[in-house]
Structures are given as C-alpha cells and as structure tokens.
C-alpha cells in the first residue's frame, strides 16, 4: 500500500485540471473526480452555442489528457458532500473516497437571483449540454418561421433577446447577429433572416463593465455594427415563455438566452465554511479553507481579495494560477517547506465581438477591432487543449472567415421533440384556436 500523501481533486475544470497537470508524477497519488469524462474549453462554448465548432473540439476526456501521469487516477462521479474530520469524500453512489489533501474545484452556474424557474425559458451557457440546447433553440427558430411563412404565407421577424452584457452576453448576440445576417441569408427562401432582432438587455450603464469605458464604448459599437440592439440600464423582471418583462414592459421573443449571474457549486456549502452571497467560499490567501489547512477551494468557488482590494475575478486563467499555486503549496508541505500566498497575475482581460471585432486590454495597452480579434484567435487557440483541437479549430476558424459558413448547424433531439415543436404551429382540430400559429411557434422555441 503506498505510503504517498494522497490528493483529492473535486472538478477537471481549469482549477482542477491544472492543479493535476502540476502534481502529475510527483510524489503523492492523485484521485481527479468529475461527473463528466471530459474538459471543456469554456471560452469558445458560445462558438458551440452558434453553430461555429461541434462539441467534440472544444473537449477533450480528461483520461487523455492526464494519460501520461502515473500517479493520477480519474474517477467519474459526482461528490455531494465531505467529511473533514475524517478526511473523506462522499459520492452519489454512497462510496466514500479518503484524502490526505483535498482540493475542491468544482466550479459555477449560472445564477437566476432567487428565479430559478426562469432557466426553462432562458438557458445560461456553462456546459456543452446548455450549448447544444442554446444551438438547437436558435436554429430551431429559423426552421420554424420559415416553415410557417411556407405554410402560411408569412412570417414576422424573429426576435432574440440576451440577457447580460458580460463577455459571455455580448459573444452570443454578437454571433447571433452574424448568424442571421450572413451565414444563414442565403438559405432560406420564405424568410428574410436579415430582419431578425437581436436585443441586449444589461442593467448597468454599459456592456463589458470590467474593461476600460473606452473598451466597453467601443464594444457597444462594434455590436451595433453587427445590428445588436443594445439596451443599457435595463433590468429584466421576469421571463415567461416567449416573452421578457423589461422593467414594467412585456417584450415578445423568439429566444430568450441567459448571460448573467455566476452563484458557486453548492458543494462548497458541505465543507462548512463561510460563503459570500454567489456561494463561494472565503478561502485564507494560500487558498485553504480557515481551520483545515489540507483542503483548499479554488477557481470560481474561491472567494479572495487581492492586494489591492479586489476580488480575484472568476476568469479562467485565475483557476489556472490557482491551481498550479495549490499544488505547489502541497509539494511544498511534503518537502517541509513554507507555503506561498497565492498572487494573482493579471496578463490581460478580451472578449470577442463578432467577425473582425474583439477588445483586449494587456497591462493598460488597449486594442480594438481586427487586431484585438487575431490576438484573441491566436490566444484561444494556443490554450485549447489537444494538438488535433488546434488544428480543427483553426482550420473551422479560416474556413467560416472566408464563406462565412457555420458547419455545426445542427438541429438535435429526437424525432418526439421536433414533433412537439412543430406541433405548435398546427393545433388540434378538437380544440378552439386561442393563440396564433405564431405566438405558438414563438412559445414553444422559448421552451424545451
């Protein structure tokens, strides 16, 4: 029986992921549980999302990745709770998993503030499931104004609304924008997918509110040029099938997609240590939690303020740092040296806004527009994981530059579900009509 500290890591996101990558062939045994088998390259889930690039090459199985470690096992799992005194981790299944060191890295979801209800209508973008259903909703859309226009001899145009100027807000509208202006133009005929809406709603006085206002104004702009609707200071209230309140004012839609609020895993919860309001948990500044100095809670679940004041941002190449800092810190501990504060090194903050469009603030240098946009292509693509990922996207990436084609534009479900939503447009003969075909149509593209 090996005698090796062992090390537990709950999620293979970014945090947990790079945690492994630096503990792989030290002198400790590594168990990595997820509930998934693989990584997702969070930062281009919305190219999933609309129809740029297919799953498969954003992800990667976290085996495959990890292959080359010898100390590392993968366990797929799902963990709903820890016992700290005992030094164990329990899964769904009951079975428990002991640890000498534990790093929690479970990562967020999006938050409804208090409406949960709202995610059926409004799907957020977390996950390569939300970014198939959010891909399936939005051409969906199309295929159904276009078959009722072909049925009845017209159709109004359609409406999407995003909800949330954030990075991941403004990518979805952005490319939403393009998807019906270019890539899908030339393919329907008794519609004009030009004239769909796409309307951003953001609460604050602007979009990208972490950047620059000379970056966030210029982000503003570049989606107006694409044809977004941007809307500032503009709360959503509500959310019903079909339609977002703004403010006191019901506003009829086609798609409505999510793009605000982050709450942490509730597993942080389970450890017993306080969390602030969006669940993550208020770590000590080597990323421990207070009063265990072996469990450590990193990424978007880690609640920790810089130097200077400010919290360290929920972004990826925070969970990044954070990892390989926790697992240096356990190295150090097995060595008997003295640990590290954590420091976050801040290389940059960009958001991409559509073809040719992008923002990016390196160290106070700004950059707007086509450079902005190569410099994010470049950076996406050095940090995706997997040399064929590479390849494909950039090949993807080159390929929709020049034909501005999407070549993911799959519509998926089962023959049952298709039928549901076509069957919104044809209502049944033994009962009254008491909406028109296009307000069911617009309901049922609102909802799964």
């Not at 090390?7 to 630096?22: D, E, H, N, P, Y």
């Not at 925070?318 to 008997?336: H, P």
């Amino acid at each position: 029986m090996s005698t090796k500290p062992k090390v537990v890591i709950v999620g293979g996101g970014f945090g947990g992921l790079w945690a492994a990558k630096a503990l792989a062939n030290e002198a400790v045994d590594v168990t990595l549980i997820d509930r998934k088998n693989h990584h997702v390259f969070q930062p281009l889930l919305y190219q999933v999302a609309t129809a740029v690039l297919s799953p498969g090459e954003i992800a990667t199985p976290i085996r495959r990745i990890l292959h080359y470690a010898r100390n590392i096992e993968v366990i797929l799992g799902e963990v709903t709770g820890f016992d700290a005194a005992n030094k164990k981790v329990r899964l769904e299944d009951g079975a428990e998993i002991s640890f000498d060191y534990l790093i929690v890295a479970a990562g967020a979801r999006h938050a409804y503030f208090g409406h949960d209800e709202w995610e059926v209508s409004a799907p957020g973008l977390k996950t390569i499931e939300d970014a198939v259903e959010i891909r399936r909703r939005v051409l969906l859309a199309f295929e159904l104004a276009e078959r009722e226009a072909y049925l009845k001899g017209s159709h109004e145009p359609l409406n999407f609304v995003v909800v949330g100027g954030g990075p991941t807000g403004v990518e979805l509208a952005g490319a939403i924008a393009g998807i019906a202006r270019q890539a899908l133009a030339k393919d329907f005929k008794a519609i004009d997918t030009k004239k769909a809406r796409v309307v951003l709603f953001e609460g604050s006085d602007r979009v990208l509110g972490t950047f620059a206002k000379e970056l966030s104004d210029s982000a503003k702009t570049q989606l107006e040029d694409l044809g977004v609707e941007v809307k500032l200071n503009s709360f959503v209230t509500d959310i019903a099938p079909g339609k977002v309140k703004v403010g006191e004012e019901w506003i009829e839609c086609d798609v409505v997609l999510w793009a605000t609020g982050v709450a942490a895993s509730p597993i942080g919860k389970q450890l017993g240590a306080e969390t602030d309001k969006a669940g993550r948990v208020l770590v000590e500044p080597d990323l421990s939690v207070p009063g265990h100095k072996n469990i450590f809670v990193i990424g978007d679940m880690a609640s920790l303020k810089q130097e200077n004041g400010e919290p360290v941002p929920g972004v990826s190449p925070a969970a990044m740092q954070m990892g390989a800092a926790t697992a240096s810190n356990i190295l150090a501990d097995t060595k008997a040296k003295n640990r590290k504060n954590f420091r976050y090194v801040d290389k940059g903050t960009m958001a991409t806004i559509g073809r040719s469009k992008a923002i990016v603030d390196i160290q106070g240098f700004h950059f707007k527009g086509f450079i902005a946009w190569m410099m994010w292509l470049f950076l996406h693509v050095f940090f995706l994981i997997g040399f064929r990922n590479r390849i494909i996207v950039m090949l993807e990436w080159f390929w929709a530059y020049l034909t501005r084609e999407r070549s993911a534009r799959l519509i998926t479900g089962d023959a049952e579900e298709l039928r549901n939503a076509l069957a919104f447009l044809e209502p049944a003969e033994s009962e009254p009509i008491k909406e028109t075909p296009s307000e069911k149509a617009k309901a049922k593209v609102s909802v799964k």
